[in-house]
């Protein structure tokens, strides 16, 4: 099972997966991995657009990109967007997407700092994104961006989503991990020590995936589990979006 389409339809994804030679089913990703996956894709996209919705000429910054296809999906014909990904991924984005006057691919490492001072704010507003990401890096990385960040564009917001600690230590054993050998670093309990990381750092909202709308949509087994999640605070911040102004 992908994403139910009546929850999220994304025929550009559609067309690179068509094109890419790897058989994904080896990565063994359990179905509510993949529905999470979903709601968190669909939940920041709606973020982006309500930012652009007040600010339709705004800035907006996806860390981590991969391949995905948001610019795609969000675009309102007036926006400015950086998409910023490791060198290979950024090789293989350019067989399937062409940069614009609005459209950019930075190849880069999200903590190699340097990239920021490349792309100038010029009175803009400006939302950041990181999805699937922030759970990577170690806490002094994320701390360390989200200053520079702030430096660079002050009262800029900031989306990502982020686990307990719980959860951190916990997935370590999860298929896809394994077979990619990817490392979980960070997590955190009280989302609101963030904003003691800095002078005026605020957290606007702190949303579980239990909160979603989409679940109503879900198999009745998917939507139990939800429900039942809700009920207990440890489960539903083991995974959350996190929006923050800077």
């Given amino acids: 099972m992908g994403c139910p389409e009546s929850l999220f339809a994304d025929e550009k994804s559609r067309e690179i997966l068509e094109h890419i030679d790897y058989d994904f089913s080896q990565l063994k990703i359990p179905v509510g991995t993949r529905l999470t996956v979903c709601i968190r894709a669909k939940k920041i996209d709606d973020y982006v657009m309500d930012f652009l919705a007040d600010n339709p000429k705004g800035l907006v910054l996806h860390l981590g990109c991969g391949l995905d296809s948001r610019y795609n999906r969000v675009d309102n014909g007036d926006i400015e967007w950086y998409d910023l990904d490791m060198q290979e991924v950024i090789d293989l984005r350019k067989n399937f997407f062409e940069e614009t006057d609005r459209y950019h ?142």
């Fill in 105 to 246: 691919m930075i190849a880069s490492s999200v903590t190699d700092l340097r990239w920021l001072e490349t792309i100038p704010s010029q009175g803009r507003a400006v939302m950041v994104i990181a999805e699937g990401l922030m759970m990577y890096l170690t806490e002094e990385e994320v701390r360390s961006l989200i200053l520079k960040l702030k430096d660079n564009y002050p009262g800029c917001e900031f989306v990502f989503d982020a686990y307990s600690t719980l959860t951190a230590r916990s997935v370590k054993g999860h298929p896809s991990l394994r077979r990619t050998g990817a490392v979980i670093h960070w997590g955190i309990d009280d989302a609101k020590e963030i904003e003691k990381w800095g002078d005026g750092i605020r957290l606007k909202e702190e949303w579980y995936f239990t909160q979603s709308e989409a679940i109503e949509i879900l198999a009745f087994g998917y939507r139990l589990i939800f429900k039942l999640t809700g009920f207990f605070m440890v489960a539903r911040k083991a995974h959350r979006i996190l929006y923050c102004a800077l």
